[in-house]
């Protein structure tokens, strides 16, 4: 019988990729959303969203398994991350309770490393606690920087690649991992349902001891076919000043908020290497420059680029 997953976010940069992949593993995936979607093959869309709980209780019902992906990342207030990731996260814990799913893989983020560091690792911290005590087979997936085809985030580091000056954050490390090899790990963590429970990984692309900023950058310059790229530290008082600069000028449509200042001038975003997923489950398999490229071919191709 075909196996059920139930996923949130399934609309989004990560889910989307996810909800791809899962479907082509032969799961029949029931997907929350908040807007009308176009019928797909091996899809059942559930109208709803995180605080609506019966319409997590019907994304839930008959799954062998629920992926929770959604999640916000730029809200203006300590109380909306609060309500977007640990209070939606608690609601889509009790559904899968409701619904007897035992099986729940939760995206978090690096940042729940460093909860006094910002807002949104505060929310994702707590998220994650709320699974631990969820008494489900829960497994936890901390991603790094994700970038690929359809991402909003990372697009500017690509156009300023383009132009040949980049502005980067302050001296520090990162890891990052290209969208289809997290979903690839994800829909493979779903299937799971004893080895790799109560577990928490940080995946990444394999790059030893993560990129540096400019290193990073630098990777991105050659994906769009600049040989080189000259790159330009911002400091972090900078950093901060231009946070609370975009707020007060583009309010709740600012990008560079005073919370994401804080959280990108931190010096240590590299996955570690005692929480990568076990290689039997899942390794790297895509190079990053291959990835970067076929980025950069999708931008050009949308017209993004």
């Known amino acids: 019988m075909q196996p059920t997953l139930a996923m949130t976010g399934a609309t989004g940069f990560v889910g989307r990729a996810t909800l791809r992949q899962a479907v082509e593993a032969g799961w029949h995936v029931r997907a929350l959303t908040r807007r009308t979607q176009e019928a797909r093959d091996g899809v059942t869309w559930i109208a709803g969203a995180l605080d609506r709980p019966d319409s997590l209780a019907e994304m839930a019902a008959g799954a062998d398994a629920l992926l929770h992906i959604a999640g916000v990342v730029n809200v203006p207030t300590r109380a909306a991350f609060e309500a977007g990731n640990a209070v939606a996260t608690a609601n889509v814990v009790e559904a899968a309770r409701g619904a007897g799913v035992q099986r729940f893989v939760h995206v978090s983020s690096l ?58 954050p302050p001296r ?22 004893h080895a790799r429970v109560r577990q928490t990984y940080e995946p990444d692309d394999g790059q030893p001891g993560g990129w540096s900023h400019r290193g990073f950058a630098r990777a991105i310059g050659r994906a769009v076919g600049r040989d080189r790229v000259a790159t330009l530290a911002v400091p972090a008082p900078l950093l901060h000043a231009g946070g609370r600069l975009d707020m007060l000028v583009r ?34 398999a895509v190079d990053t420059a291959d990835a970067l490229a076929e980025t950069v071919r999708w931008y050009r191709q949308e017209g993004w680029l």
Do not use: Q
């Open 172 to 193: 520090g490390r990162m890891s990052a991992i290209y969208v289809d090899e997290l979903a690839r790990l994800l829909v493979a963590l779903a299937a799971e349902r």
């Open 251 to 284: 309010r709740h449509r600012a990008k560079l908020t005073a919370d994401r200042a804080r959280y990108i001038a931190h010096p240590d975003w590299v996955a570690a290497e005692g929480a990568r997923p076990p290689p039997d489950l899942w390794r790297p």
């Open 111 to 168: 940042a729940a490393r460093e909860p006094g560091l910002s807002h949104y690792g505060w929310s994702k911290a707590r998220a994650e606690t709320i699974v631990e005590a969820s008494g489900l087979d829960w497994t936890i997936v901390r991603p790094p920087a994700v970038f690929g085809p359809g991402d909003t985030e990372m697009l500017d580091l690509f156009r300023m690649a383009r132009r040949g000056l980049m502005l980067i």
